[in-house]
């Protein structure tokens, strides 16, 4: 994450320039415009680290009905870890690289730029919009994550260890399971841009994609399911949350199109995760 905490140091120099700065217009210059998209930005990160700080008995119930929702969902870990290593020789190897690749730092905030990078030039506000939602949400998400992963020490399936094999701050790759940073990844960037879609065939297609990573890395041995179920769920809370902050603070203009998915997390004698209702 060097290049997201290089992008966090450049939204943190624009934060007091752009503060004065009025909504951009088609008159409005490229860099002007990009000001105010970082500080959007920035604003966008500031709130939703700080939003904890303002919780009440409903928040904090919903956030942990999440760790009780994984915590249910690990009792099958190591059935359902088994069966998705055993499905790596069926898996095609461009899938499979994809995964890996999609959301390794350096390729996935270039591809941010370039969604960032045609709404700017062309002065959609609509594709600027998406593009700060995908920074702010990568950063604050990718950060929470790997402080997350570093504090839990979970061990790796490849590791030989069971799921419930813990080393807090270990520091070592093998104990960096929990949660998975290329489900948070994968499901951010999928989840920002499917929300300013209105065909469900499209966001079908947008989260099918954007599941690559979460699948390729535990066919690899490289996450539990509760690991991807948890990155992924928590990737949804992170940009829901920043989407309503920037539209709260009229931050950008365009109308905000009706919510046609529905996220839930699902307990049941035959279901266990998370369920997209369309």
């Not at 190591?78 to 898996?91: A, G, K, M, V, Y």
Request: proline share 4%.
């Amino acid at each position: 994450m060097r290049l997201g905490f290089i992008l966090l140091l450049l939204l943190c120099s624009f934060t007091g320039s752009a503060q004065q700065l009025n909504k951009p217009t088609d008159s409005t210059t490229i860099w002007k415009t990009f000001k105010y998209d970082a500080n959007s930005s920035w604003r966008g990160i500031k709130h939703s680290v700080t939003r904890p700080l303002h919780w009440k008995g409903k928040d904090f119930a919903k956030f942990g009905s999440l760790f009780v929702g994984t915590a249910i969902i690990a009792t099958a870990d190591r059935q359902t870890s088994d069966f998705f290593i055993n499905q790596e020789q069926h898996l095609p190897h461009a899938v499979k690289e994809f995964g890996f690749y999609f959301a390794k730092p350096q390729y996935y905030f270039a591809l941010n730029a370039g969604v960032y990078g045609v709404g700017l030039f062309t002065k959609n506000e609509q594709i600027r919009k998406t593009g700060v939602l995908i920074i702010s949400s990568s950063i604050t998400a990718g950060y929470l994550q790997i402080m997350a992963r570093s504090a839990f020490g979970r061990a790796r399936p490849y590791s030989g260890k069971d799921p419930y094999t813990f080393k807090p701050f270990e520091g070592t790759e093998e104990y960096f399971s929990f949660p998975s940073g290329h489900t948070v990844l994968g499901m951010t960037v999928a989840h920002s841009i499917a929300k300013q879609v209105n065909n469900t065939w499209a966001k079908v297609g947008i989260y099918t994609v954007g599941s690559v990573p979460a699948i390729s890395r535990m066919v690899n041995g490289s996450h539990w399911l509760s690991d991807v179920a948890f990155g992924a769920a928590f990737s949804i809370f992170v940009v829901d949350g920043i989407d309503k902050f920037l539209f709260k603070e009229k931050l950008y203009d365009y109308p905000i199109k009706p919510k046609l998915v529905t996220w839930n997390l699902k307990f049941s004698g035959s279901q266990i995760g998370i369920v997209g209702t369309f």
